[in-house]
């Protein structure tokens, strides 16, 4: 898709398509005003014999406007105007590609862009817009032998800006907010690919053609042999019921200074997620593919970082890893020493993701980093807390928390904290070993995010749990890119670059 920014009048205006607000009850926008009044009332008239109401979402195509350049205007229903939020705004620009890409306009101006969403600006609107619009026309269609593709798709939209000033800060957000979804779509695809395909070996396949694609990006790996060296027997454990070799892949992305301390994201990459021996009930267990989302999003989140050559050093590791029943398999009561030493007791082989990352987080320990952030569908207890509209965040570090919530906030990708008290730890108290890997039914999101504290005492951390926002389940089922738009913007605003310049 071709994204530009514009700023002009909707009479003037020669393209495919126009597309204009009104307001409930058939209340007419400043811009579709104007285009009524060249139209001689053509479209107060349609309103008046209630062919719209203007409630958020509704849409009318009309043909031959009298007066206008345009083909075709696009009335687009955008609620009641004091009402009109950030939700409503995204959820408006969808429908209104939608609509778009099915009815045969191949280009558009867009006049939503100069709405008033409270407490955003021009910046927030055009970048959320074409976000908005790279989601909803997202695909997965590699593995269809069929693609039932529009025949005539929207191929370049137009945002317009209320003034010529604000033309630097819109090509701004186009840049970053195409940046943000080209991860965001890496993230849904690689999470979309199936578990027969998509094995730790693919995701470092997808590490090394990152590496490829951009200069400043460097790749390596850590194989299950490097890894029995390295006493990460925790991790090892997980992938032992599986033919598919555990592999860590490691991705640098080298933007700032030598010697900078980097910033590390490890994301949770079992690539099926079976239960093991503690096997999951059947129902919906193909979802389980998708519990190498936090890996996913870290290599989408890599991509984004690179695009935008971010001044920052920072690296991504992708713990891939499948979790398998089988007679070689590790069982509910076996007892594993960690790469840190720390020794823990499996109650349920299906906690098997902490597993994995307390080893990946005592690895890159090595690389003495600003700070760690771990990225996980960790726990079913997060959609219990906060369905799948927030990610559950937690830190030990309150200044980093608060920073990835002011992201969040910034991105329109939701995150909520939930507290790591110490009054959790006890949850994993162990007879037998230094503790166990199941804090009980209690809190679990929380105990799981005790369990990894345990293996981040040597720098600041936070972790993420994206168990309820990293895919869609029912009948729109796939990936969603999250938390790729909350990540990018922390590091964005860590590496400095700014909105204007
Ligand atoms: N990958 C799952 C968590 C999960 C489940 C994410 C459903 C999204 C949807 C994780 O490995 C797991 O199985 N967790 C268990 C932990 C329990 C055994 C302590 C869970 O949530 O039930
Ligand atoms: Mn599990
Ligand atoms: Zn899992």
């Keep these: 898709m071709e994204f ?60 031959h406007v009298p007066n206008v350049l345009s083909e075709r205007v696009l009335l687009v229903g955008c609620g009641k105007e004091r009402e009109l939020d950030e939700r409503q705004y995204k959820q408006i620009i969808a429908k ?43 695909t997965f269609l590699q593995l269809k ?28 957000a186009i840049e970053h907010g195409l ?37 400043s990006i460097t790749a390596e790996v850590v194989n299950e042999e490097q890894m029995a060296e390295l006493g990460m027997n925790s991790y090892l454990a997980v992938g032992r019921g599986s033919d598919n070799e555990s592999l860590m892949s490691i991705i640098h992305h080298n933007g700032g200074p030598e010697g900078q301390a980097p910033i590390v994201l490890v994301g949770k990459g079992l690539t099926f997620d079976s239960g093991g021996i503690s096997i999951k009930p059947g129902e919906g267990m193909d979802e389980m593919k998708y519990d190498m989302g936090g890996a996913a999003g870290v290599l989408g989140t890599m991509q984004t970082v690179a695009e935008l050559n971010l001044p920052v050093n920072v690296i ?3 713990a891939g890893c499948e979790n398998m029943p089988d007679g070689k398999a590790y069982r509910p009561g076996d007892i594993l020493t960690t790469m840190s030493g720390q020794t823990v007791e499996v109650l349920n082989t299906d906690a098997e993701g902490r597993l994995v990352l307390c080893d990946a987080l005592t ?14 569908t960790l726990t079913g207890a997060c ?56 804090g009980g039914r209690a809190a679990g999101s929380i105990t799981a995010a005790c369990f990894l ?18 895919w869609r389940s029912g009948k729109n089922k796939g990936a969603t890119g999250r938390p790729v738009p909350m990540l990018s913007q922390f590091l964005m605003n860590r590496s400095g670059i700014k909105q204007e310049d």
């Design 179 to 215: 940046a943000v979804s080209k991860g965001a779509s890496l993230t849904k695809d690689v999470a979309n690919m199936p578990p027969n395909i998509c094995n730790p070996a693919y995701l470092w396949e997808q590490a090394q053609s990152l590496a490829a694609n951009y200069d």
């Design 363 to 376: 690895y890159v320990e090595r690389f003495e980093p600003e700070l760690v952030i771990d990225v996980a």
């Design 96 to 138: 209104t590609i939608q609509t778009l890409n099915e009815t045969g306009s191949m280009e558009a101006v867009c006049f939503l862009t100069e709405l008033h969403v409270k407490g955003r600006d021009t910046y927030w609107k055009v970048r959320q817009a074409v976000e908005a619009t790279q989601d909803s026309l997202y």
């Design 383 to 438: 959609i219990v807390a906060l369905g799948s509209h927030a990610t559950g965040l937690m830190s030990t570090h309150n200044p980093l928390a608060h920073e990835l919530l002011n992201a969040s906030e910034q991105s329109s990708d939701r995150a909520w904290r939930l507290p790591v008290w110490d009054e959790y730890q006890e949850q994993l108290d162990s007879p037998f070993a230094d503790f166990t890997n199941l």
């Design 145 to 172: 032998t069929k693609k039932g593709e529009p025949r005539r798709p929207l191929r370049k939209i137009v945002f317009n800006v209320p003034t010529r000033r604000e033309l630097t800060v819109g090509e701004r």
């Design 4 to 63: 530009s920014v514009k700023s002009g009048s909707p009479e003037k205006q020669r393209s495919a398509c126009i597309v204009v607000g009104v307001f409930e009850p058939r209340r007419l926008t400043a811009v579709a005003e104007q285009l009524d009044e060249i139209s001689e009332g053509y479209i107060s008239n349609l309103l008046r014999r209630g062919d719209l109401e203007g409630k958020a979402g509704q849409m009318l195509l009309l043909h």
């Design 453 to 470: 504290s345990r293996f981040t005492k040597k720098y600041n951390w936070a972790h993420m749990d994206i168990a309820g926002t990293a």
């Design 316 to 318: 991504g590791v992708l």
